[in-house]
């Protein structure tokens, strides 16, 4: 069964970082290209950044360009987002996602707020 449980989201004040991670289980996590999405209250979601199977390329969408980073630990099945300069409009439920698979975990909270 594929499994991506996704921790580290939380409340913190803009300008402020957070790392997230997923842990990754049920299918060869380094066989797979992973990617990050959001979800802001009422509001669709949001394709946010994609990494290849080794990590070696990395892709973002303009709105987080330069200020989160996508990276993964294949020996741990583990996928990241370091999430810096956040703002308000960041605040959203954040969820890491096996495209190929179609699998996307249960996402963790992060709120960008004074």
């Known amino acids: 069964e594929v499994q991506l449980v996704e921790s580290g989201g939380g409340l913190v004040q803009p300008g402020g970082s957070l790392r997230l991670s997923c842990a990754a289980s049920?299918?060869?996590?380094?066989?797979?290209?992973m990617s990050w999405v959001r979800q802001a209250p009422g509001k669709g979601l949001e394709w946010l950044s994609l990494?290849?199977?080794?990590?070696?390329?990395?892709v973002y969408t303009d709105s987080v360009k330069g200020r989160f980073t996508i990276s993964r630990d294949n020996a741990k099945n583990t996928l990241y987002l370091q999430l810096d300069s956040l703002k308000p409009e960041d605040t959203a439920v954040y969820y890491c996602?096996?495209?190929?698979?179609?699998?996307r975990g249960q996402g963790t909270q992060v709120t960008v707020s004074s």
């Open positions: 996602t096996n495209p190929a698979l179609g699998s």
């Open positions: 049920g299918f060869i996590f380094s066989n797979y290209t």
């Open positions: 990494i290849n199977r080794d990590g070696s390329s990395t």
